[in-house]
């Protein structure tokens, strides 16, 4: 079974207008992480928010907010107010294991692109 | 200060020859993940190191194994080179602790002819 889904392969967004990216995860382990990635076309992997599973506020770093919905198993990214730089691969990573002992498990991507 | 720095940036090799990569984690961290990444998907874990120890393993055969320096950096290296071994190889850092994310390096584009 997937560990990690993300159903939307590419998504067109019209600038400036919010854009929810979808993940759901799957594991038995109470503790856990929840991380969105960002990948530009030159291929760096961008970190941009975490979620703790022990969290009870969602995240938010700027114009990103994640959408943290435990018992749908459900770790949403919201992008507010899209720019043209926003165009890229998006990952959602589920962290599994602890301390110096743990491995990040992706999601298979949603490409997006800002329309002007 | 330095983030994640990886070598080389490209590399050809031809199938049945080994492979080693290199990278140097972002100062402060101890921790170093490699991922395999293939064309179109998602980065696979091949296996986290701290503390100079392989400490979890992806679902990878033998033929990749690595190695962490006192100095933090590491190796991945790949022995018996297949034509599906052709990805981004992606080295990530973090300091250890449970709610610290992993920063990646720019990766090593690996073909095999």
């Known amino acids: 079974a997937q560990k990690i889904t993300q159903t939307q392969p590419g998504m067109f967004v019209q600038e400036k207008e919010a854009v929810t990216l979808d993940c759901t995860y799957d594991?038995?382990?109470?503790?856990?992480?929840l991380f969105w990635y960002k990948q530009p076309s030159s291929g760096e992997m961008i970190f941009l928010i975490y979620?703790?599973?022990?969290?009870?506020q969602n995240a938010t770093e700027g114009r990103y907010s994640l959408n943290f919905q435990k018992a749908r198993k459900s770790a949403n990214l919201v992008i507010s107010a899209s720019q043209l730089g926003d165009s890229a691969m998006y990952f959602c990573?589920?962290?599994?294991?602890?301390?110096?002992?743990?491995?990040?498990?992706f999601g298979t991507g949603t490409r997006l692109t800002i329309i002007p | 200060d330095a983030g994640v720095t990886q070598s080389p940036t490209h590399l050809i090799k031809t199938r049945g020859q080994q492979v080693t990569l290199r990278c140097s984690p972002k100062?402060?961290?101890?921790?170093v993940s490699w991922y395999q990444q293939a064309l179109g998907q998602g980065p696979q874990f091949i296996f986290q190191?701290?503390?100079?120890?392989?400490?979890q393993r992806g679902n990878f055969p033998d033929r990749f194994s690595g190695h962490q320096f006192p100095n933090y950096s590491s190796e991945l290296n790949v022995n018996a080179l297949l034509l599906g071994d052709s990805a981004l190889y992606l080295c990530?850092?973090?300091?250890?602790?449970?709610?610290?994310?992993?920063?990646f390096g720019d990766g090593t584009r690996l073909s095999i002819l």
């Open positions: 990530a850092s973090s300091f250890i602790g449970r709610n610290q994310p992993q920063h």
């Open positions: 594991t038995s382990d109470p503790s856990y992480g």
């Open positions: 979620q703790g599973s022990y969290d009870q």
């Open positions: 990573a589920m962290r599994e294991g602890n301390f110096g002992n743990e491995k990040l498990t």
């Open positions: 100062s402060g961290h101890d921790t």
């Open positions: 190191y701290y503390e100079e120890e392989e400490r």
